[in-house]
């Protein structure tokens, strides 16, 4: 039943999306002037390709995410069951963060958290 | 057949057994989903238009002006007006755009919206999907929003819409961690991560109340990082317009840049949905230990008038944000994220989960 209703959102907001854009491209206007499919650039004609290269800073935060949304993709279920299993959850998860702590230090100490 | 405003699992269920009764299992079961279907589109619809227009009131209220007043009493025909007006402009193809990319974000971002309106807990029994992985289910659909900001700002052949969606992509990434560390915080506490239950585990005391500090130090986290993540000022440097024109939808023009606006409106409902659910109790009534009479009056509240209440009244909160800081520049954002935020919360995770094996919280 909930598997079903996860496809049902889905598929009303595919449907919801698809039938207004349907909608409007038949009620709206159409223009023929190529200049208005140009991409905006301030007025001007736009210069150059637009798929520059792009500071590499952007590519640093993207790894040090993917590091520790994997931490915490790990830390959801130990949150469920750290009750029950008592302070043994507790020792190893403070090791587990600790050693991830010490990559976060690494990198800090690097200056990968600053923006330049 | 008795209803009440206060349950509504006897109401489901009367329609559930009366659809029973007359037909086959399947075709219940497809009219039932068709049903839920309808409502959470017709109630996601209202949402988007009424936060629209609160934001406008809002912003007015702050700023010293009117706001909309023409359209309807008080304006509330405004945002109406301007949907029929955008649903009448053209759907202009940019040259040179990656069109299936280009036409396929606004798709992304309104369905990860709407996968997460469905699975959150609005009163006793009136809940669509009860996962028992709720919190991490909305976690997860609530971020794939951001695979639709950087489709749309890739394919539209605009530098503009590049920088913005490089821009937003990096935070929206970053502040995904402090969201979810803060939900980890509740769920240590609570013990569960489906979202009926921590509602019910809130019967006694809210979270926020049971959890000293390391709880209000979570929520404080949760409220700013999730306003950056719906890309709302103070944090909106995604589509400053003053540097960027309009950030990753520049190239975005009529009904596709509404599905843009109304999504970015949603995720502020959700968020502070979340919010409510995990750290105010959800749809549970306001009560104090001890004063009987005051909590009678209270529990005289209809469950989602509580829900849509505090949700309201941390959308406020958020609105109130944007309306009052300057925006930030992206070096000071990534460093408040982590340098700050990130290490507090790991350490703030630790002493909650302390907290919870000695047995310290209320």
Known sequence: MTNQALILFFLVGLIFVGVVILFSGLVAPRSTSPQKFDPYECGIPTKGTTWLQFNVGYYLFAILFLIFDAEIVFLFPWAVVMKEVGMVAFIEIVVFILILGLGLAYAWKKHALTWE | ?362
């Open chain 2, 1 to 362: 057949m008795e209803f009440s405003i206060y349950d509504f699992s006897s109401f489901t269920a009367w329609i559930d057994q009366s659809l029973r009764a007359s037909m086959s299992p399947g075709l219940a079961v497809a009219i039932e989903m068709l049903i839920i279907g309808v409502v959470i589109l017709i109630f996601y619809a209202i949402v988007g238009l009424f936060l629209v227009y609160a934001e406008r009131k809002v912003c007015a209220l702050m700023q010293n002006r009117l706001g909309p007043n023409r359209v309807g009493p008080g304006g509330i025909f405004q945002t109406i007006a301007d949907l029929v007006k955008l649903l009448f402009v053209e759907l202009v193809p940019i040259k040179n755009a990656d069109k299936i990319l280009f036409s396929l974000a606004p798709y992304i971002v309104i369905i990860a919206s709407f996968m997460a309106m469905g699975a959150l807990p609005f009163a006793k029994g009136l809940h669509a999907i009860d996962l028992n992985i709720g919190v991490f289910y909305l976690m997860a659909v609530s971020s794939m929003g951001v695979v639709g900001v950087l489709l749309a700002g890739w394919a539209s052949n605009n530098k503009y819409s590049l920088i913005g969606a490089m821009r937003s992509g990096a935070q929206i990434v970053s502040y995904e961690l402090s969201v979810g560390m803060s939900l980890v915080t509740i769920v240590v506490l609570a013990g569960t991560m489906q979202l009926s239950e921590i509602v019910q585990a809130q019967q006694y005391g809210w979270f926020i109340f049971r959890g000293h500090i390391p709880a209000l130090i979570a929520f404080v986290i949760f409220i700013v990082a999730s306003t950056a993540e719906t890309n709302r000022g103070p944090f909106d440097l995604a589509e400053a317009e003053s540097e960027l024109t309009a950030g990753f939808h520049t190239e975005y023009s009529g009904i596709r840049f509404a599905f843009f606006f109304l999504a970015e409106y949603i995720n502020m409902f959700i968020v502070a949905a979340i919010a409510t659910t995990v750290f105010f109790g959800g749809w549970m009534p306001f009560n104090v230990y001890g004063w009987e009479g005051f909590n009678k009056v209270m529990n005289l509240i209809p469950p989602f008038i509580w829900f849509l209440g505090k949700t309201g009244a941390l959308i406020f909160l958020i609105m109130w944000f944007k309306w009052t800081f300057p925006r930030l520049r992206i070096d000071q954002l990534l460093t408040l994220e982590w340098k700050y935020f990130l290490p507090i919360n790991i350490i703030n995770v630790l002493i909650m989960a302390l907290i919870v094996l000695l047995g310290w919280h209320w």
